[in-house]
């Protein structure tokens, strides 16, 4: 049965991908912004159905904008997670971009790459974030600059943060930060214990490929994530003080998560 349900989640987002690609082409060829913020959601929406993963969600995005949300990392899926959430885009490093079949969706939700060992290019990067963000994207990074094994939070970078800074400052501005807690709880129902949070999570050198078939054949994943609370930041020196701040408040909110204190939650509504 599971060689049977991950061939119909293929096929199933093969097909959703034919449909909605070459609307996204379009709509970046056009300039349509709206579209173009509103089909990767659609595609992450359609996707988290048919691989099994049920979101629940606790708290709400800022309406405040510029917005940067500050999120742990556990595996590749969070990506998909988070961008069920609501129209946004991610900024990553720049490994992604060449990654097979997921370097392509990033392209196509207009992810900003970073290429952290060319500091030259920073000013640019911190041009494009700062614009993105002045013009209402919602921009998402995930403040350890790698996955975990998804049984603690690592520390969160400051310099990452700082980058973003620097988006911040180019726009001359203030930006809202807010802190994301993604954990994955249960699988197929029953709590996942120790092995099997390592098992659903994407980190070290393990094979996307084989991470990817895994998750494909097995069954429901329950997957909690956690808005915290919203705080202005004006960039510049803050930005340590920040990341310590948006770190503390995960990490808490990760840990709730695992123990079941995070409240009552409901999985995501179908969009609109």
Request: proline letters at 4%; one cysteine or more; aromatic letters at 8%.
């Amino acid at each position: 049965m599971s060689l049977i349900r991950a061939i119909f989640v293929i096929l199933g987002l093969v097909l959703t991908s034919l449909v909605l690609i070459p609307c996204q082409l379009v709509a970046k060829a056009f300039g349509w912004k709206k579209a173009m913020r509103t089909l990767p959601w659609w595609w992450h929406r359609a996707a988290i159905r048919l691989m099994g993963i049920r979101v629940h969600v606790h708290g709400a995005p800022s309406p405040a904008r510029p917005l940067l949300i500050t999120a742990n990392h556990v595996s590749w899926l969070d990506i998909t997670v988070i961008g069920s959430l609501m129209p946004l885009s991610y900024i990553a490093k720049s490994e992604v971009a060449g990654w097979p079949i997921f370097g392509t969706l990033a392209k196509l939700q207009r992810t900003v790459f970073v290429e952290r060992e060319r500091r030259a290019k920073t000013g640019a990067v911190a041009g494009e974030i700062a614009e993105r963000m002045t013009g209402g994207d919602v921009m998402v990074l995930f403040a350890e600059g790698t996955s975990s094994n998804g049984t603690h939070v690592l520390p969160f970078k400051s310099s990452l943060v700082g980058g973003a800074a620097k988006a911040i400052e180019a726009a001359k501005g203030s930006a809202t930060v807010q802190p994301l807690a993604i954990n994955y709880t249960h699988l197929d129902g029953l709590p996942i214990g120790r092995f099997y949070k390592t098992q659903v999570a994407w980190y070290g050198d393990m094979e996307m490929a084989s991470h990817l078939w895994w998750v494909l054949r097995h069954g429901v994943i329950d997957v909690h994530v956690a808005f915290g609370e919203a705080v202005p930041f004006n960039g510049g020196a803050e930005r340590k003080a920040m990341t310590k701040r948006v770190e503390e408040t995960v990490r808490r909110m990760v840990g709730e998560a695992t123990a079941g204190r995070l409240g009552e939650s409901e999985a995501v509504e179908e969009p609109h």
